[in-house]
């Protein structure tokens, strides 16, 4: 059996078929249900994060679900599930950096990796600060127009100590502090740069600063396990720093600072006939990780509604929508 989007065993197909309605009882449905969740078919029309979706969906009594997004904040918008969720999630921006928590544990390959830069390279500093820079490869920005962003986002929102014209005073590097920047990325040049900047530059008020990238893989194994160790190893390493500065629309970027609990500053994506951002990054307002594509809760009206104008804690923004 072979389940994609438009299997006959999907959820939608079936319902869109008449194979199944929203009264059909229990005993007459099928012994399984397919739940196909990708981020651009959580729009759908036939919106399965209604309440009459989710009764029919509990009927069943086995799911499968393939699913490329984090959706649990869409949970929050359907009707139904409001008191059991406020009881569970008192504090809605903090779902996924429970979940997250005390639900996903890395193997011991990829805890080792992770003990084992962390010790060498990061502990004992006085801050940690990680970049995450992700090129899409349906949007690629150039190397030198990312660049230029990222360093306009650091210059604007002083994540990095600001570079001196002189070397400092011999007795100010003992009060320097020691800064830690790791930089998580597919390529190997903004590591260079960086690096480059603060080894030939002193800092204005003498801190030390030591910038680490621990891979650059140039491009995306999906179906590579030591690739993915790697990625995920990285994502819990990204999740210690104290600030996080982070492409849009990156998944890696959104579970490391969903693990940390700390609100990123984002990279955003120029515009369509643009290729340049004109503005370098912005303070997210939260730190629950991205709805890539909101539902459209028509539900009972069978027409698209903005979330927002349903559920007034649930902001949409360009790059990211979350619950606060």
Known sequence: MKLYAGAPESYVNMLKNNVIRYDTPASSLPAHVYLHLEQIGQRLSDNIFCDDDQRLLGK?????LKSDSY????LFLTPMYDKELARMFPYKEAV???????????TNRVWGIVRRYYEAYIAGVDEKIGFQIRIFPERPVKFE???DQLTRCIKEQRLL???GKAEPAANAYGDGKVKAVMITSLYLGYYDKIRGMYYENPTKRGEIV???????EEKQEYASNEHNHKALAEIYLLSYCDKIDMSAWSTFGYVAYGFAGVKPWILLRPDWDK???????VRSTSVEPSLHSPPALGCGAKKEVDVA??????????TKTHIS
């Open 71 to 74: 959706f649990a904040m869409a």
């Open 210 to 216: 030591a910038v680490y990238q621990p891979t650059h």
């Open 145 to 147: 127009n990312m660049y």
């Open 96 to 106: 996924f950096h429970h979940l997250g928590r005390y639900l996903l544990h890395p």
């Open 309 to 318: 104008v349903i559920k007034p804690y649930v902001h949409t923004h360009t």
């Open 60 to 64: 069943f009594g086995w799911m499968i």
């Open 275 to 281: 290729e340049v951002s004109q503005v370098a990054c």
């Open 161 to 163: 100590p600001e570079l």
